[in-house]
């Protein structure tokens, strides 16, 4: 393993010509890439002088030679060097990582759970810390209540009302001693060993950035969540908004109150007024509609007040490939229609090609200019997702059973929007999986089932089933959509108006975690009926 060490540090600091030959193309050791065996970002490799002082004057003089990359004899000669970098690159990382060890025989059981959204932190809230302790591990350290999230790019509510910090929702993890939360991101997983190892990223001020670590696990909950899909579309990634996180809703919300400011300048001409002011929403889902009547309302009831001498420029686009809100009812569909067409936003059919700074192309050959573009068309897996070695569902997702296990890996479970069935047997809702695990790792841990490898033959009772519980979206004007029916084929209530914005509000106010934001929510709605939205400033 030493010597290992020192052929990979060597080849690094020779710029990868260990032992190669050149012939135009690659530099290769015995069909190996050698920038492959580089490990630049660690700087605890010990230097060549260091373990030349303690080597043999014959392999000495060889690594010398190598280091220069000079190739003065055939590397079948050295066996030891072929053993040394024939080990396994993640067996030679791994020693490299510090972290939380194995728990002991005595101590509480560890759940690690990867991810900080609904699934994630349902399942942490109902978790019994007498039978666990718990590591969260997150590029974040919220929770964000999603459906509220276009409200605050107008202004309706303000950021903080729809985050809720981990440690707020699981007390645990900062009361509790061997509970923890990080800040960073799992990037591979061993579950041979029960170990995941992880990143921090950012400008922190760490003397190593990235800075790498390992925490084993007695039981891993993988719910990392997912990012938006662009269906490899040029250019979405770098022009358009999307609508997943806080930081998206501020960039949306700073954009469009800019784009307002900038076209009351004088000298500026009406074809660039008018792209400035015109945003543009592609994706008809629940998300998209309802941030397309937000934004309606927005330019109703507060552009044309404060903003007067471009009210008329201002416009709204919605684009959308098939039907908006597919998954309602023929008739709850057309009034939704109906509403935001008399609210002024223009109903698109058509699907993208590409997008560039100030204009996207259709299908069609047509160039829609924009001055804000905010891409709302469903989720797909992260990158993380999709590099792991697991069975996967259609999709890309991780593919789990009625209980949330991962087939063939032991200890290992995954919820919520990274997570699929691998047979189909209804819409997974990330609240109620979390519920339904925090359930199941009571009856393991009551059954001492809580250590690593300790749970393969104790009985997990029933398995999850899933319920369709009903639809809501808002239209904006303060009238939604309730449809309570169990599919669309089926009997059952459904309804619209400003009735249905009152169940929606209380279903959601229902749904925020803490007392103290279902409060502040609820103020906030009132005092913007009444006052008005404040974006008197751009952040």
């Not at 707020?168 to 900062?174: F, G, H, M, N, T």
């Not at 002024?344 to 804000?372: Q, S, T, W």
């Not at 573009?373 to 593919?399: A, H, M, N, Q, Y």
């Amino acid at each position: 393993m030493a010597f290992a060490r020192i052929v990979r540090g060597n080849l690094k600091r020779a710029g990868g010509a260990i032992g190669t030959f050149r012939d135009g193309k690659e530099e290769t050791f015995r069909g190996v890439l050698a920038d492959s065996c580089s490990f630049s970002s660690f700087e605890s490799v010990p230097t060549r002088s260091d373990f030349f002082g303690r080597l043999p004057s014959s392999k000495l003089n060889y690594a010398s030679n190598w280091s220069r990359g000079i190739r003065t004899t055939p590397h079948d000669q050295f066996p030891v060097a072929e053993r040394a970098l024939a080990e396994c690159d993640s067996e030679y990382e791994s020693d490299r990582y510090l972290g939380l060890e194995p728990t002991k025989p005595g101590e509480k059981p560890r759940v690690v759970v990867l991810g900080t959204g609904w699934a994630a932190c349902r399942f942490m809230k109902g978790l019994d810390m007498n039978m666990y302790d718990i590591v969260c591990i997150s590029p974040r350290n919220h929770t964000v209540f999603t459906p509220l999230l276009p409200s605050t790019c107008v202004g309706t509510l303000e950021f903080r009302l729809v985050a809720e910090p981990v440690s707020r929702i699981q007390p645990a993890l900062s009361a509790t001693p061997n509970s923890y939360f990080y800040l960073a991101s799992c990037t591979r997983m061993d579950t041979a060993k029960s170990e995941v190892y992880c990143e921090t990223f950012g400008n922190g001020g760490l003397l190593q950035e990235p800075y790498r670590f390992k925490v084993a696990y007695d039981k891993l909950v993988i719910a990392a969540g997912a990012e938006p899909l662009t269906f490899g579309i040029k250019g979405v990634k770098e022009h358009a908004y999307f609508l997943r996180e806080v930081n998206h809703a501020q960039e949306i919300r700073k954009k469009l109150l800019l784009n307002l400011m900038l076209s009351e300048n004088p000298g500026i001409s009406e074809e660039e007024r008018k792209r400035l002011l015109h945003c543009v929403v592609i994706g008809g889902g629940p998300t998209g509609v309802e941030f397309n009547g937000e934004l309606s309302d927005f330019i109703m009831k507060d552009v044309r007040e404060r903003f007067p001498h471009v009210k008329d420029y201002i416009q709204v686009t919605l684009i959308e490939a098939n039907e908006i809100l597919s998954s309602f009812d023929v008739g709850l569909r057309q009034y939704a229609t109906n509403h935001l067409t008399r609210s002024g936003v223009h109903l698109k059919r058509g699907m993208v090609k590409e997008v560039h700074a100030k204009k996207i192309v259709l299908n069609d050959g047509k160039d829609v200019p924009f001055g804000l573009l905010v891409w709302s068309t469903g989720v797909g897996p992260l990158e993380f997702i999709k590099s792991l070695d697991l069975p996967k569902s259609p999709g890309g997702r991780i593919g789990v059973d009625e209980w949330f296990r991962l087939p063939s890996v032991e200890d290992v479970f995954a919820l919520g929007d990274c997570a699929s069935f691998l047979e189909q047997i209804g819409r997974p809702v990330a609240e109620r999986e979390g519920k339904f695990l925090d359930e199941l790792f009571r009856r393991i841990g009551k059954q001492n089932g809580g250590k690593a490898f300790c749970s393969k033959d104790i009985p997990l009772g029933d398995p999850f089933m899933y319920r369709h519980l009903g639809s809501m979206a808002s239209v904006g004007c303060y009238k939604a959509l309730v449809d309570l029916r169990q599919s669309k084929d089926a009997k059952g209530i459904s309804h619209v108006g400003f009735v249905s914005w009152l169940v929606w509000c209380s279903a959601y106010l229902t749904r925020v975690v803490s007392w103290r934001n279902r409060f502040y929510v609820a103020v906030k709605w009132a005092t913007t009926l009444v006052f008005g939205r404040d974006n008197s400033r751009i952040g």
